[in-house]
């Protein structure tokens, strides 16, 4: 018995906009149950509609995809395959599964509503099957061009899904698609299976919203090369924010672009995006991590929501586990790494960061807070100066607290909260005890005063 093929799946992206969470999702997938199984994940770009794509966009993917952390063994244009859409399509015309059509848009409309009136299906009558030889030069010598069918045969297409578990469509329930517009253009249901067919791909992971053109598809496969083993497929229920909507890739909140200048990490994104619609908890892993025990049955059939306050957990928790060398160029100039110890257990965002920093270094403006005078005031008066003997460091905050509390007797919130407020301007954030190494001593005699 010949051994199984060498996993190979593919990400499949329209350069017709930028990617969204549900477009970032299947590619985290995608790339997962690769590593998962030694595979290899193809980059198709499906641009064969160079009216609807953007060379621009081509970019920007493959820069989400890369800020993602995927990696592709290879990469494939759709643009570039017109020829051999063209000779897949002759090979069906040949074998009379693909027939001319020269109905009208407005034509085909009326058809659907005669049948809406008689409460039957959309479906495609296949009125151009009887089309005549002599119907069809006809319709060529009055200027028209076909488009072109696909025969579907009769019966049903059954498929063990690997998210959905069994599927049966009956194919008396879909209509003939459209596989070559009369331009020529061959659409994405045709062009994907004859990439998938060249390429050898063996699993093909995506959104629930392709199933109805799985059966389809399918068709074709066998049509185009009856010899060769069908890839496996599995369906992956929409996030419910795009679940039943047009949203594009362009699409707000839930645009990668969006994400990333809000300040949301990779990992955590990676990380929330593998575990959304699982029943396992999303947690701040690498991809490397993730794929060490990844599998498709932990993925549930329901719809899964796209929780941002989850999300905003996730990329915390990443933060406060981040060495400053992985962020020390995305801080503000000048910031240190004892500057970033001190505050990334405080932050959701790095952006945030900035926030901080111009705290410790000014100007600020502290309220005032009179109810507090006593402590305000003992506390410029015990303020340690910075020598030799006492520097000005990380020891600082727990000898100046001590003595306050001494001198007024107070001790906790009462006594903590009225100098956070003086000093940062803030009721809660990072340590006291870290911050105030970060700021000259001059700048806390400053807010002290200000603050009385």
Not at 211 to 219: L, P, V
Request: charged share 25%; aromatic share 6%; hydrophobic share 45%.
């Amino acid at each position: 018995m010949p051994s199984p093929s060498p996993v190979h799946v593919r990400f499949a992206a329209s350069p017709s906009g930028y990617l969204h969470a549900g477009n970032a999702r299947q590619a985290v997938i995608n790339t997962l149950f690769a590593r998962a199984h030694h595979g290899r994940l193809t980059l198709r770009i499906d641009d064969a509609d160079t009216e609807r794509t953007r060379t621009a966009f081509e970019v920007a993917i493959e820069q989400d995809l890369a800020w993602l952390g995927i990696a592709w063994e290879d990469k494939i244009n759709q643009s570039a395959r017109r020829a051999r859409y063209a000779d897949a399509a002759e090979a069906l015309k040949k074998s009379g599964r693909l027939y001319p059509c020269f109905e009208s848009e407005e034509e085909l409309a009326a058809k659907r509503a005669l049948r809406a009136r008689r409460n039957l299906p959309p479906l495609y009558d296949r009125a151009m099957l009887s089309l005549t030889p002599a119907q069809r030069a006809a319709a060529e010598a009055n200027g028209k061009t076909p488009y072109w069918r696909f025969r579907l045969s009769d019966g049903a297409i059954t498929w063990t899904d690997l998210i959905l578990g069994p599927r049966d469509i009956r194919l008396d329930t879909v209509s003939d698609p459209v596989l070559i517009r009369a331009d020529g253009m061959p659409l994405g249901i045709f062009a994907s299976i004859v990439d998938d067919l060249d390429t050898a791909i063996t699993h093909i992971i995506r959104g629930e919203d392709q199933i109805a053109a799985t059966a389809a598809q399918i068709e074709v496969w066998r049509a185009l090369a009856p010899k060769k083993p069908l890839p496996e497929f599995g369906h992956l229920p929409l996030i419910a924010e795009l679940a039943g909507t047009k949203s594009t890739k362009r699409g707000g909140s839930v645009s990668l672009r969006t994400l990333r200048r809000d300040g949301i990490e990779p990992t955590a994104l990676a990380a929330y995006l593998a575990r959304l619609g699982t029943r396992r908890d999303p947690e701040p892993l690498t991809l490397a991590e993730l794929a060490a025990n990844f599998s498709l049955d932990a993925f549930a059939r329901g719809t899964p929501r796209f929780d941002a306050k989850q999300l905003l957990a996730l990329n915390r928790r990443v933060l406060h586990s981040q060495p400053y060398d992985s962020v020390a160029d995305r801080l503000p100039e000048g910031a240190t790494e004892q500057f970033w110890c001190a505050i990334r257990a405080n932050i959701d965002l790095l952006s945030e960061a900035r926030h901080w920093w111009a705290i410790i270094n000014g100007p600020i403006d502290p309220p005032e807070i009179p109810e507090a005078q006593m402590i305000l005031q003992t506390a410029l008066q015990t303020l340690p100066d910075a020598t030799p003997d006492a520097p000005w460091d990380e020891t600082t905050w727990k000898s100046w607290i001590t003595a306050i509390a001494a001198q007024t007797h107070t001790s906790g919130k009462a006594l903590q909260m009225p100098l956070r407020l003086a000093l940062t301007g803030e009721t809660h954030g990072p340590e006291l005890a870290a911050l105030l190494p970060l700021m000259k001593r001059d700048l806390v005699i400053n807010r002290l005063e200000r603050a009385l």
